[in-house]
């Protein structure tokens, strides 16, 4: 079983900055990707920023510039590196990482359960 565990979401003025972070535990053999999606009330969820393999990192047009998203291989941890945050950057952020789980398995998309991110004066 894998776990991913985020921390870091909150409330911070237009213009501030946050940093979250996401575990991954457990049964992990090996990680593909690792990345960052949000929701907001009303909205469907949408990818924020993923990196693959390390060396390909994707983000979306809205928060390029702004975002940075980066990995700590020996702890299993993904980051989100928040600055010139919006009020439109207000949203639920989840982790997701893509992990076999033992030698031999096929890969699988896991979640997190979400951080908090209000961007508001």
């Known amino acids: 079983q894998v776990q991913l565990v985020e921390s870091g979401g909150g409330l911070v003025q237009p213009g501030g900055s946050l940093r979250l972070s996401c575990a991954a535990s457990?049964?992990?053999?090996?990680?593909?990707?690792m990345g960052w999606y949000r929701q907001a009330p009303g909205k469907e969820r949408e990818l924020v920023a993923l990196?693959?393999?390390?060396?390909?990192?994707n983000y979306a047009d809205s928060v390029k510039g702004r975002l940075t998203i980066s990995r700590d291989n020996a702890k299993n941890t993904v980051y989100l590196q928040m600055n010139s945050l919006k009020p439109e950057d207000t949203a639920v952020y989840y982790c997701n990482a893509v992990i076999v789980p033992k030698f031999g398995a096929m890969d699988t998309n896991y979640w997190g359960t979400g951080t908090l991110v209000t961007v508001s004066s």
């Open positions: 457990g049964s992990i053999f090996r990680i593909n990707a």
């Open positions: 990196n693959i393999n390390v060396d390909n990192t």
